[in-house]
Nanobody, 128 residues
């Protein structure tokens, strides 16, 4: 029904940059266009709960960020391409983990509880 496919993860040195992408498809986006979904990025350290990284609203272009990434990461979306992005600059070893994109029909996904759909994740490794 809904597919969210992340890409762009990889290995980078501290201080480097990566751009994560999340391509959305599925019949849900026929009934409720991609543009009407709020979107978000989360990450999950081993043994810990999935934590919020950034979100972007369907309208008004609201873009809240976690304090740990504010000023370093930028979330954006391309509704024509059904794609979500996360520009990650000045990466730190503490940013090393799996990153997941999420889509939410009703709420801005600033918490994992608000997400309706999830991608499978892409791994980011930052070496010191």
């Amino acid at each position: 029904q809904v597919q969210l496919v992340e890409s762009g993860g990889g290995l980078v040195q501290a201080g480097g940059s990566l751009i994560l992408s999340c391509a959305a498809s599925g019949c849900t986006f026929t009934r409720f266009p991609f543009s009407e979904h709020a979107l978000g990025w989360f990450r999950q350290l081993l043994g810990k709960e999935r934590e919020f990284v950034a979100a972007i609203s369907s309208r008004d272009n609201l873009t809240p960020y976690a304090d740990s990434v504010k000023g370093r990461f930028t979330i954006s979306r391309d509704n024509a391409e059904n794609t979500l992005y996360l520009q990650m600059d000045n990466l730190k070893p503490a940013d090393t983990t799996d990153y997941y994109c999420a889509a939410a029909r009703l709420s801005l996904p600033t918490s994992a509880n608000y997400a309706d759909y999830w991608g499978q994740g892409t791994q980011v490794t930052v070496s010191s």
